[in-house]
């Protein structure tokens, strides 16, 4: 790692990404772990390289044209197509086991994920998830809502076969 990239690692207290356009299946799985990744389709590239600036973010993108460009800090080309070979080539670059945390943000929308009682949230629930689940969480950006369904166990061995 370069000394560039070693200097701005000790300045930050979590990583932050921000990914391009063509990443929006990675951006979902960066989230799952539980890193800040901000992501919005119509970002164009002078917009994508001053939120890295401002937010001291790691651009990720698909798009070696966008790298090459001199306001850009730090930033990583993704080889892969596939999104979960994206990940493990982020996880290998950044080391990133160590920092996750995973099921702590929205997949929708970056924001953080609270637990909320139950009896909050209930006239929101279908009626098998009310009838069979007892733990949420809520967005506290978009409101989104979140459960431990038949999806979660899947998804759990998903993050650990990634940090493997």
């Known amino acids: 790692m370069s000394l560039v990239w070693f200097r701005f690692y000790e300045e930050l207290n979590d990583l932050k990404f921000i990914l391009d356009v063509h990443l929006g299946k990675l951006a979902k799985y960066l989230r799952l ?3 800040d990744t901000f992501y919005k389709i119509n970002c ?4 994508i390289i001053s939120i890295s600036v401002l937010d ?4 990720l993108t698909r798009d070696k044209e966008l790298l090459k460009n001199k306001k850009v800090i730090l930033g990583f080309w993704i080889r892969s197509q596939h999104p979960e070979e994206q990940m493990k080539e ?4 950044f080391d990133l086991r160590k920092f996750v945390r995973p099921f702590t943000r929205c997949l929708e929308c970056n924001g953080i994920l609270e637990d909320i009682p139950k009896e ?3 006239h929101r629930l279908m009626p098998n998830t009310r ?3 007892d733990e ?3 967005c506290s950006v978009c409101d989104h809502i979140y459960w431990k369904g038949s999806h979660y166990e899947r998804m759990k061995k998903y993050i650990e076969n990634i940090s493997d």
């Open 131 to 133: 009838q069979y689940y």
């Open 136 to 138: 949420y969480k809520k």
């Open 33 to 35: 772990c539980g890193f």
């Open 120 to 122: 909050e949230i209930i």
């Open 90 to 93: 982020v996880f290998r670059k």
């Open 56 to 59: 001291k973010r790691i651009i």
């Open 44 to 47: 164009n590239d002078d917009e």
